[in-house]
């Protein structure tokens, strides 16, 4: 891992052991520095560079995003956590979110999320949030969950999993809760003209997966098909589970 200080926008592989790839957190270092979505709580994301942070920014509370929260507010306790509205809860009571996940196999990937007091901040679509040198937008950004949450710097927007996953040069949508919500999201994002988006789970991509989501058949799973089997196949190899 290299110990360049940190400047400007940054990628760091910040999943679970087996799949280091599987998150992608971002830093965003300017006058202010930010962190977004740290990821779970067993990442294999090296910080020992960091030497500030000013803000967290969660896109969504699930703890494949916010598991290592609680360790980053540990070693930055000045840090202002911004959350979507009405999560705040999450943070506190972590049980409900603990119990959702436990389906299957995803809270043994990911690891548990453990309550995290910190100083939390709900942000609002439309906020802006101030880096010193620049300003960032907050932007909603629904479909896969009712909260979620985005921010575009600049040029560039960090999505979280509003904006599904890209594998092997696929677009493939994440889970979502409503469909249509996610296909306006979708098609929201291209009204805003980023140069790179930032996902959560596949890193920085560019405009091509936002065009390739809208596709008919990437928003109706049993019709896509991609080289190694349908999308839940691919996932599931994806993520090493079996079953
Ligand atoms: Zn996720």
Known sequence: MSRLPCSGIREVKAGPPEFPEFHSLYLLCFDKAMMIDPGPSNSVADLGF???????????????HVGLLKEVVERFPQVQVLVPPQSLDLFLYPEKLNSIFSVGELLQIFGPMEQVKANFREVKAGEEVDLGDRKARVIYSPGHDMRHISLLLDEALFAGDSLGVRFNGVSIPTPWYDKEKFRDTVREALSL????????????????????????????????????????????LYLGING
């Open 193 to 236: 003209r980023p140069r790179m988006v930032g996902i959560a789970h596949s890193g920085l991509v560019g405009l091509n997966h936002l065009n390739e989501l809208l596709d008919w058949r990437t928003l109706d799973p049993d019709q896509l098909r991609i080289d190694g089997g349908s999308r839940d196949e691919v996932l599931r």
């Open 50 to 64: 960091l030497d500030k942070l000013d803000y967290v920014f969660v896109t969504h509370p699930h703890p494949d």
